[in-house]
């Protein structure tokens, strides 16, 4: 490995020299072209749309980013930099008169080690709703954000360092000392600013984040070996990929070897070696370290680096996801012989959901695979759409899953939790695998109301439909390129054999779910695609119980609404000294709720009856089942024991 990264080192320089690049392609979402000094140099069978290419129409998707916005658009510049100024010494009011600062709560609260998080989030997810929407307001945020961290920079010496908390929190975990986890926290705030350069166009973001990485290098590099590991044993979020990230956008060599230097030993190697026996480790401190892995392959062509990446994917995928797409309970890893029994109210951290998606991205555009996409849309669909209150716009921290529990939400002024940030950026970025492409073939991978404009191939298209709702989905090619161009259409693993036709004319289709329906031929202005993917109820068992399962509907999970009974306002866990209150949580379900049904699971198809159009099913026992993103301030229940 050692080899090749000296390689490219000596290649990219020659290239920066020349002012070229290594390869017109890449894989990081939402590149604008030319602010990459180094790009992809793995051959990819796709490659992301930039966000601001493809936009969301109306419907269901669009209706949770426009309550995200909503949230963001309200949250004051001056209340997200109060904890950096106050760390800085800065004034914290606005030019021309004293402004008091409410102060936020929760995992932003003064006290708290992960202050400054949530800035970084919002960072990025600022920039990817300016892109994803085309409002300054969004732009305009992202730009004062980045003027008032430059200005705590500066104020806090000429190393670079930037954080709203004190570098001493830093040299603690370098001892081993207890320290929540600074580094994640950094994490977040470079990758914002990286975020911003890229999505908002922000050449002082890249500064400062540049200026961080200088102190990062200058602190770290010259450490012992003992004391890296030592470090490496605290969470860090993603740091390596943020520093990869960063020598993309720079040709830098020395972001590279920050990065590196953030390869944790401990728990890659066993994956390298083929070992995939998870434990119980901490699943969202495990899978930003393998996105720092999946970037090491595209800018190096580290085939151990892929290999990794394939494996845990396929392993968290396959063996450690509950039916939402969902991974986790209580934050870690389980024993999955047992998997039934931790089907429980702490199910699903939210954080690793949004991590796999972003892993997911990486992986198709290596492979473009259906059973990739397949994973998206589920873990899309039955958990970060779900994780939204469609009332407040608030988010859920887990998604539980026990029979008779409820979604507990953040609040506007507390929480902040890793999963309200991570929720910024979800609901911002919808549209940015809706479509993926070749030199020659866009993909559609999921049914999402949407225009896309792909101004190199004068491709212009438009997909209507009312999917989950609706069995059929239809693009509109409003403009074509002059040649022949495929459009390939995802074939779902849970639909039956789909019937597409072209300008009202049946085209044959093959039955094969593994591969893409490609249409290859030369489209005019006006023509019609109607695709119909036929869906039914199915029940997937849990790995352990042939007896025990959940419903879906095509790829919809489907739950019951349990009713309210006993329901109180959850506390907001403001106080980040009583973060585990929310590992013991208690759901008060009431004795008379069961998670056991008067019917087998081939009786499920007649059983449950359609309702009307949308996708409310009921049963003559009184229950009534809808899509899990819609049941919001009930009890429900997901997984059931069957006789």
């Known amino acids: 490995m050692t080899s090749v990264r000296k390689l490219s080192a000596g290649i990219l320089l020659l290239a920066t020299a020349m002012n070229i690049s290594l390869r017109a392609q890449s894989v990081y979402p939402g590149l604008h072209r030319g602010k990459l000094k180094v790009v992809s140099e793995i051959p990819c069978k ?40 106050n760390n800085a010494g800065v004034y914290a009011g606005l030019e021309g008169g004293y402004e008091s600062v409410k102060k936020l709560g929760g995992w932003e609260s003064l006290d708290c080690d992960l202050r400054g998080h949530t800035t970084g989030h919002l960072l990025s997810a600022y920039g990817l709703m300016y892109a994803a929407t085309g409002d300054r307001l969004f732009k305009l945020k992202g730009d004062s954000l980045v003027d008032g961290l430059a200005e705590v920079q500066r104020a806090l010496g000429d190393t670079g360092y930037l954080s709203a908390f004190p570098e001493e929190l830093i040299n603690r975990n370098l001892r081993g000392k207890s320290v929540w986890a600074p580094w994640y926290t950094l994490h977040k705030i470079l990758s914002g600013l990286i975020d911003q350069y890229l999505y908002n166009d922000s050449p002082q973001a890249l500064e400062v984040a540049c200026r961080m990485g200088d102190w990062a290098y200058n602190k770290l590099i010259g450490q012992s070996e003992d004391t890296r590991r030592l470090m490496l044993r605290n969470e860090f979020g993603g ?52 996105i720092g892995e999946a970037r090491n392959y595209e800018l ?4 151990t680096s892929r290999q990794m990446v394939t494996d845990f994917w396929n392993c968290v995928v396959d063996r450690h996801s509950f039916v939402t797409g969902s991974s986790s309970q209580k934050e870690h890893f389980f024993d999955i012989a047992d998997f039934s029994k931790y089907i429980n109210g702490y199910t699903g951290e939210t954080c690793c959901t949004y991590n796999m998606l972003k892993l997911s991205k990486h992986v198709f555009c290596w492979n473009a695979a259906p059973e990739v ?7 899309l669909y039955n958990h970060i759409l779900a994780q939204q209150d469609t009332e407040s716009g608030m988010v859920c921290y887990f998604l539980p899953l026990m029979t008779g529990a409820y979604k507990v939400y953040s609040t ?42 792909w101004n190199d191939k004068g491709l212009k298209l438009r997909q209507t439909t009312d999917f989950p709702a609706s069995e059929t989905t239809s693009i509109i090619m409003e403009d074509t390129p002059k040649g022949n161009m ?25 039955d094969d779910p593994r591969a893409y329906i490609t249409l290859d031929r030369k489209w005019n202005r006006g023509d019609r695609i109607d695709v119909t993917y036929p869906m039914s109820l199915r029940v997937e068992p849990t790995p352990d119980n042939p007896s025990k399962g959940a419903i879906l509907y ?18 907001p866990f403001s106080d980040p000294t009583v973060r585990n209150d929310y590992y013991t949580y208690d759901y008060h379900v009431p004795a008379n709720i069961s998670d056991k049904l008067p019917f087998g699971i081939d009786e499920v198809k007649k059983r449950l009856v ?10 003559s026992d009184g229950l009534t089942f809808s899509p899990l993103y819609d049941l919001h301030h009930c009890r429900y229940g997901v997984y059931w024991e069957f006789p």
């Open 46 to 85: 796709a490659e992301c749309f930039d966000l601001k290419d493809v936009k969301l129409l109306p419907g269901r998707v669009r209706d949770n980013l426009e309550r995200d916005s909503a949230w963001m658009a309200n949250i004051s510049v001056s209340r997200l930099l109060h904890s950096f100024r």
């Open 239 to 290: 740091m390596n990929e943020a520093f990869y990230n960063l020598y993309s956008v720079t040709g830098d060599d020395r972001y590279r070897e920050l990065a590196g230097f953030f390869y944790h030993n401990d728990v890659l190697d066993p994956i390298r070696d083929g070992n995939l026996d998870m434990g119980t480790k901490h699943t969202n401190t495990f899978i930003p370290k393998l």
């Open 300 to 303: 190096s062509d580290c085939q």
């Open 373 to 379: 996409a397949d994973y998206y849309e589920r873990a």
């Open 412 to 453: 506007p002024e507390h929480s902040f939790w890793c999963c309200v940030g991570s929720g910024f950026e979800s609901h911002s970025k919808y549209a940015e695998s809706i479509y993926f492409h070749s030199d020659d073939e866009v993909f559609v991978n999921l049914f999402i109301p949407s225009e896309l404009t």
């Open 486 to 510: 495929k459009l390939s259409l995802r074939y779902p693993s849970w639909s039956g054999k789909p019937v597409v036709r072209i300008n009202g004319k049946k085209i044959a289709v093959k």
């Open 554 to 571: 095509g790829p919809v999970v489907l739950a019951a609404n349990l009713g309210t009974e006993g329901i109180s306002a959850p506390a």
């Open 610 to 619: 359609r309702d009307g159009s949308d996708l409310i099913f009921k049963t």
